[in-house]
């Protein structure tokens, strides 16, 4: 299993500045993805990431709006940069340790931007 | 790409009524099928996967190609499944990511 922390628990920024969330494990995983849940929708996910490499990014997410640094196998951050209120959002970390292996998820980042 | 479906947004039953929660996927390969669930104020946790064939709390799921659904159910509702569902698929391997259905509300009322 893994135990994932993640910070800040909930954030209230103005418009136009940026947040870092950040995600640390229990225990050292290959990939980290980060998701994001609107008000009402389900998880889409942003990227994954991958330790000492460019993170990869799904269709829509730009790494100029979202940068992701993983410097090390238990850490991540993600960035959500020149807010606007529709960023306002649950962002969640997640990995998966091993085959065929459930995902385990952060208590994710209620975002609200204003 | 692959999708999933979640036809209900909120499926409320009564405690001891069977329940089914339905889950519709679009893949052309052999995809991995979870149920995840969240229950008020905690984190999202696997709940079950196709593979292990188990049943967690009474529920059970079986996936089914023909048809490509992986429909929950449980014979008889309690209050405590009170809770968010979720249907997610993996496909290609270990540390692939999930693709998520809108979720389903389970509301199990006395």
């Known amino acids: 299993s893994a135990v994932i922390s993640q910070k800040p628990s909930r954030d209230i920024c103005q418009r136009g500045t940026s947040l870092t969330i950040q995600c640390q494990v229990d225990s050292q995983v290959t990939m980290m993805f980060w998701y994001r849940q609107q008000p009402g929708q389900s998880l889409t996910l942003i990227a994954t990431a991958n330790q000492g490499s460019e993170a990869t990014y799904e269709s829509g997410f730009v790494i100029d709006k979202f940068p992701i640094s993983r410097p090390n196998l238990t850490f991540s951050t993600l960035t959500v940069s020149n807010m606007s209120p529709e960023d306002s959002s649950i962002y969640l970390c997640s990995v998966r340790t091993g085959l065929g292996t459930e995902a385990f998820f952060g208590q994710g980042t209620r975002l609200t931007v204003v | 790409a692959q999708r999933v479906t979640q036809p209900e947004k909120l499926l409320s039953v009564f405690k001891g009524a069977p329940v089914e929660l339905k889950c519709n996927y679009s893949?052309?390969?052999?995809?991995?099928l979870f149920w995840y669930v969240q229950y008020s104020r905690q984190r999202l946790q696997l709940l079950l996967r196709?593979?292990s064939r188990e049943s967690i709390k009474g529920f059970t799921a079986d996936l089914n190609k023909g048809e490509t659904s992986f429909h929950l159910k449980k014979p008889f509702a309690q209050e405590e499944d009170s809770a968010m569902y979720y249907c997610?698929?993996?496909?290609?391997?270990?540390?692939?990511?999930?693709?998520f259905g809108t979720g389903t509300r389970l509301q199990v009322t006395l």
């Open positions: 196709h593979i």
């Open positions: 893949y052309s390969g052999s995809p991995e």
């Open positions: 997610a698929l993996s496909v290609g391997g270990t540390a692939s990511k999930l693709t």
